[in-house]
């Protein structure tokens, strides 16, 4: 019996805050072959960090079968997170940073930490708001959905 070979996705992420914490919002899109599509959500009052890892969660979430995945973001936290060993370690302490204090977003880390027993994911960072064209895209989904939040809220534009 052979293995069947793992689809090969490419994700990009991002999150934005208006105010930190404030309003936030989180965009991402997947490509598999000639397949793209863009995901995005808002969440009322939270952080940009948060709103980094949800877009990683939101998108890895959206895939049905186990993928080797490269994601791209442009949040250190997010990335070092897996290049650092930093989840690892967290989980190896019983959800405390180095320093004893409890890991914020814990929650999300969770979420992540059993999508990567699914997937194998590589991530790479990319410099935000430069030439990544799939970041960049992300970015606007992410003030986008922002937008749409006030907007249904009827909450004026910072």
Request: charged letters at 25%; one cysteine or more; glycine letters at 8%.
């Amino acid at each position: 019996m052979t293995d069947t070979p793992r689809k090969k996705v490419v994700i990009y992420t991002d999150g934005a805050c208006s105010g930190n914490p404030g309003p936030g919002g989180w965009g991402a899109i997947l490509e598999y072959g000639a397949h793209r599509k863009e995901i995005s959500g808002s969440m009322p009052m939270t952080t940009n960090n948060r709103m980094e890892v949800l877009a990683a969660v939101s998108a890895l979430g959206e895939l049905k079968v186990p993928c080797d995945v490269t994601l791209y973001s442009d949040s250190t936290y997010l990335v070092k997170a897996f290049q650092d060993h930093w989840l690892d370690n967290w989980i190896r302490r019983g959800w405390k940073k180095a320093d004893g204090k409890p890991v914020e977003n814990q929650d999300l880390w969770f979420s992540m930490s059993l999508l990567m027993k699914k997937h194998n994911v590589r991530f790479v960072w990319v410099k935000g708001h430069a030439t990544n064209p799939g970041n960049n895209r992300c970015d606007e989904l992410a003030r986008e959905a922002i937008a749409e939040f006030r907007r249904m809220n009827g909450l004026e534009e910072k």
